[in-house]
């Protein structure tokens, strides 16, 4: 595990490149104005703020191993140079989602929030458990346990979400306790608008099939199968966001959805989550 001295955090994923993609790779969407959805690879982070050099901004969610050079690119072309977030804020600790963490630390200097129960997974004292490979799946479920698992350790630089629902520098916000997936997943909702960041509480693409996950092909479904580890959790997540009827959301994997395909498939997912959410086995599945 490498040390980084100089911030007192250990990165194991640094200098690692993870060989996985999909067609949106690279591109951005303005899902609203405020509201920028980026593809690092196979996992989307968002980017909150009016894109106007000087405006305050925050960062949710840090993508893929290996390319923090990218995430800084598209943030300076969005809010300028020398215009870093005022935060960052994690729906969770998977290497996909905290995979340049520690590069955007030591670059920006700027402090990170999660919940309360996902900071052992990022202090360096928990590890999530192995992911399962034996999970009803396609591919990508099958060389899931090749993905990382050491946890990263932000030491004094990531601090817990107030209790009282609110987010740092995100007025008009407030985060969502949805576990399953992981047992501190958050995601974020603003009732003005009812725009709504899933994180992996569920995601708009089938994470376990390699073909799905090159195209990027829509399919509304829960939480990526080889890394859920609650079932019964995962479920009344997913009924708690979709009680909030929002009008926009981004999920930690595949597209942006809205208005009438988001309603409409946030009903069904509820109603068929048994069947097309929980794999039929695996090691975290109980019947």
Not at 38 to 63: A, E, R
Not at 127 to 148: H, Q, T, W
Not at 202 to 225: A, C
Request: proline share 8%.
């Amino acid at each position: 595990m490498e040390m980084n001295r100089q911030e007192g955090m250990e990165d194991p994923m640094a200098n690692k490149y993870m060989p996985m993609t999909s067609v949106l790779s690279g591109t951005g969407q303005e899902v609203l104005p405020d509201l920028y959805c980026y593809t690092d690879q196979i996992v989307n982070l968002v980017l909150v703020g009016n894109p106007d050099p000087g405006d305050h901004w925050v960062l949710v969610d840090t993508g893929m191993p290996g390319t923090a050079h990218r995430i800084v690119d598209i943030a300076e072309k969005r809010f300028g140079e020398n215009s870093p977030p005022q935060a960052i804020i994690l729906t969770h600790g998977h290497f996909d989602h905290v995979g340049t963490v520690v590069d955007l630390v030591e670059k920006w200097g700027v402090p990170v929030y999660a919940h309360e129960a996902e900071l052992p997974f990022l202090t360096g004292k928990l590890r999530y458990p192995e992911p399962d490979g034996s999970v009803e799946g396609g591919l990508v479920a099958k060389l899931s346990p090749m993905f990382p698992n050491e946890p990263v350790n932000l030491g004094s630089h990531v601090t817990a979400l107030p209790g009282d629902g609110s987010i740092p520098h995100m007025s008009g916000w407030r985060w969502i306790h949805t576990p399953g997936h992981t047992p501190g997943h958050i995601s974020l909702f603003r009732d003005q608008d009812r725009s709504l960041i899933a994180g992996d509480a569920l995601i708009t693409v089938k994470q376990d099939s390699l073909y799905q996950v090159i195209t990027q092909e829509k399919e509304l479904n829960g939480p990526p199968r080889y890394l859920t580890t609650d079932w019964n959790a995962a479920k009344e997540s997913v009924k708690k966001l979709a009680a909030l009827k929002p009008a926009a959301m981004v999920t930690g994997h595949g597209h942006p959805l809205s208005g009438k395909e988001l309603a409409e498939g946030l009903d069904q997912l509820v109603r068929e989550f048994d069947s097309r959410a929980i794999p039929d086995y695996g090691r975290y599945v109980k019947h």
